[in-house]
């Protein structure tokens, strides 16, 4: 009898734990899908709703209920509810007890809260499923009370290191103690783990050892694959931009070394940014977190008043600018959100509201506002970071950091050619100086020559005397002119020289005369062509910079030559439309009106930026990403030429360049091919007219005119007769002689 009374106890007490283990886990999946189907606007018993009579809940009223009373009280922790009466009913379906220990409760309760407190120091709203897309509301705050209790606690009391060691301490005391999991148990599984990992490849490789031949189950060997025939790869054409979307760039094992390099029989030492570049100060920005969702908090109320009503789903704090992801609610069209940039800068006391509608790949409109307190980007940061010193490319541009605070790093060789503009004052030079001394850091003479134009004799000078130079800093805009003529027949030397060669770009080349067995083979280097100022060269001869200027962009790229342009008017007379349409990637400081910024992207936005170094990168055949470009105080601008000036001059033998004599003779029509021709045709026709030179020879009336004065200079022809007509004084017979007429 006592047998039986016993077993009848046990059968009791085992359909009592199936009964309670099935009404847990209901109650643990009605309180799941009703958090995650919560509705801020959900009627219920507490919260009457006249303008909506059904909740949204998937539970009903009673899940609208609970989960508004659960999410005030316990904020985002309030998931963890769920999970532990699950844990509870898996209890009782595994013959464990109905019972649990009251560590275990203490470990829960633990977790409820110092989760609501890590919450509601680190999250913004509380993250739901609305038509099937994660949403997060932000009418709730994400700790709720109790988090938001001893988050306030624990600020008035401990610094932020003190509060985080604090807070996760007490989060893993209290899985512990809920969970049945130990440290001890999962060290000891752990390195068994390993152990038979490394005792499976130490079998493998003896059998490898003892047969000659791979073990079973060991990979096999592959044949290597032939080599092609040309060894240096072609640059990518895609855009890598540090750890961003666009790719990341390619990069080597080790950081490039500063160390010594030798070529022609002469060493060459690159620049250690840590030793020449100061010590950036760095401010520290307080309660970032908790301005940006104030902001964000006045943005969807700013955006209510003007009757757009959304959400912000995100939040991306960057160095100089916040992007707030707005998602407006179904039915807003993006285009009326876009008309209230100035409204919204109104309302948010901004300086400017930039509107990105939409952002690719998502539905949302990024709202992009200027920070409370601005970030200082400095060049020695950027210059340290791994996407710099990690990246193999030998033309590696620093632009600044994106809005999420990645390092933007470009290779000069995959853009191939850069267009820049900004106004006065928006930090165009100090970006431009910035961008030479990041490829200085990354190029030897022997690798990289500059040719520098600077019509205003400001920016460029200080480069003067370092060995990358070709030649000193060009100031004189006629000069230039004939310099850039004399890069286009540079050019074309490099094709030949390739094309003897047969190769198919200057790598090739540079690998192919290495391998050549010359004492000393013709390393060709790269050749970056910087005009600071493009409106002072088309104000002096514009057809024949404009030329020059296309050639190259269309052309040059395979022969190791690049084009960097700036300008600070870019209108349409400097940025033509034969230059625009062969410089894909763009860079765009402020500009004063949306003119300039579409004559210069293409698109309106440049007019709403910031200054002092923030601007919109074009890429080619990207999309355009907002950059907030470094800083480089002078001194370290000049201790970077210092450094590369005490390695002496240029190691690299140029051709001569024109001098400004030349030029202006040039310019003027003395000893050009075009004035030789223009005096041989009023010679043989006896007539000294400029509209003849205008037809025959096809130029303008001004140079068809200029030339016709150095004639008289010359004494070829005679001064303007009273009817206008000009006798010819020399003139050339059948025979060629010169006869005087």
């Known amino acids: 009898m006592p047998k039986v009374s016993q077993q009848l106890a046990s059968d009791a007490t085992g359909q009592f734990r199936e009964i309670l283990g099935i009404a847990l886990a209901t109650v643990s999946l009605l309180l799941l899908f009703g958090l995650l189907s919560y509705m801020p606007d959900d009627p219920h018993v507490f919260h009457p709703n006249p303008e909506k009579e059904i909740p949204g809940n998937w539970i009903g009223t009673f899940g609208a209920l609970l989960s508004d009373g659960l999410f005030r009280l316990l904020g985002t922790a309030a998931y963890i509810v769920p999970f532990g009466l699950a844990m509870w009913a898996w209890r009782c379906f595994a013959a464990q007890g109905t019972r649990v220990a009251i560590l275990a409760v203490v470990g829960w309760i633990g977790m409820v809260t110092f989760g609501g407190t890590l919450f509601s120091i680190g999250l913004r709203g509380i993250p739901t499923i609305q038509g099937g897309v994660i949403h997060i509301v932000m009418e709730v705050d994400a700790g709720g009370m109790v988090g938001n209790f001893i988050a306030d606690f624990l600020n008035a009391y401990f610094a932020s290191f003190g509060r985080s060691i604090i807070v996760i301490s007490g989060l893993l005391l209290s899985v512990l103690a809920a969970l049945p999991i130990s440290l001890g148990s999962i060290s000891r599984n752990t390195t068994a783990g390993l152990q038979w990992i490394a005792r499976t490849l130490t079998r493998r490789e003896e059998a490898i050892i003892a047969d000659g031949k791979p073990a079973t189950g060991a990979l096999e060997p592959m044949e290597p694959a ?45 620049p250690d940014p840590n030793a020449l570049l100061t010590v950036p100060r760095v401010r520290p920005i307080h309660n970032r977190d908790e301005q940006s969702g104030e902001r964000s908090r006045l943005l969807v109320q700013a955006f209510k008043n003007f009757g757009v009503v959304g959400t912000v789903t995100a939040i991306h704090p960057g160095p100089v600018v916040t992007m707030y992801e707005f998602e407006p609610a179904p039915g807003i069209k993006v285009s009326r959100i876009v008309s209230l940039s100035n409204d919204l800068a109104l309302a ?124 000193p800093v060009i100031t004189n805009a006629k000069v230039a002119a004939k310099e850039l003529l004399w890069a286009v027949r540079e050019m074309e030397r490099r094709y030949q020289l390739m094309a003897d060669a047969g190769a198919r770009n200057i790598n090739h080349y540079n690998y192919v005369i290495s391998n050549s067995g010359e004492e000393i083979p013709e390393i060709l280097p790269y050749i970056v062509i910087i005009v600071d100022e493009l409106a002072d060269l088309m104000m002096v001869s514009s057809r024949e910079v404009e030329e020059s200027i296309t050639r190259l962009a269309q052309m040059a790229r395979a022969s190791g030559m690049h084009l960097i342009l700036a300008t600070q008017r870019p209108s349409v007379d400097v940025l033509t439309g034969l230059i625009k349409a062969n410089f894909p990637s763009r860079l765009a400081y402020k500009v004063s009106s949306k003119t300039d910024s579409r004559t210069i992207l293409d698109a309106n936005g440049a007019e709403m930026l910031l200054g002092r170094g923030d601007m919109l990168f074009l890429p080619a055949g990207g999309r355009m990403i907002r950059v907030h470009g470094p800083y480089a105080s002078e001194e370290d601008l000049q201790n970077v030429v210092d450094f590369l000036r005490d390695q002496g001059p240029s190691p690299i033998v140029q051709t001569s360049f ?72 020399l003139r050339r017979s059948a025979d060629s002689d010169l006869q005087v007429g």
């Not at 032939?226 to 760039?249: C, K, R, T, Y």
């Not at 000294?688 to 004494?715: D, T």
Request: proline share 8%; glycine share 8%; hydrophobic share 40%.
């Open 226 to 270: 032939p080599l092609a025939s040309m060894p240096v790869p072609i640059p990518s054409p895609e855009l890598s931009m540090g750890a961003m979307s666009l790719g990341a760039p390619p990069v080597s094992d080790e950081r490039l070394p500063f160390a010594v390099y030798q070529g022609n029989g002469k060493e060459f030492s690159l």
């Open 658 to 729: 024109p001098t400004e004599n030349q030029a202006q003779d040039a310019e003027s029509g003395s000893g050009d091919e075009l004035y030789e021709r223009a005096k041989c045709l009023v010679m043989e026709t006896g007539q000294a007219s400029a509209s003849l030179i205008q037809r025959r020879l096809r130029v303008g009336y001004p140079r068809a005119a200029r030339l016709v004065e150095i004639m008289q200079e010359e004494g070829i022809v005679s001064p303007p007769l009273r009817d206008g007509r000009r006798e010819v004084v």
């Open 348 to 471: 948010m006391k901004a300086e400017t509201v930039r509107i990105v509608a939409p952002i690719p790949g998502k539905a949302v409109v990024g709202i992009e506002i200027p920070s409370v307190v601005r970030e200082d980007v400095h060049l020695k940061d950027l210059l340290m970071c791994d996407t710099y010193q990690k990246a193999s490319w030998k033309l590696k541009v620093v632009l600044g950091k994106d809005i999420f605070g990645m390092p933007v790093v470009v290779d000069l060789q995959a853009m191939p050619h850069l267009l820049m503009a900004g106004a006065t004052g928006a930090g165009k030079s100090v970006g431009l100086n910035t961008m030479i001394t990041s490829l200085l850091f990354a190029a030897t003479p022997y690798e990289l020559q500059f040719l520098m134009v600077d019509p205003k004799m400001l920016e460029l000078q200080g480069y003067n005397g370092i060995p990358h130079l070709l030649r």
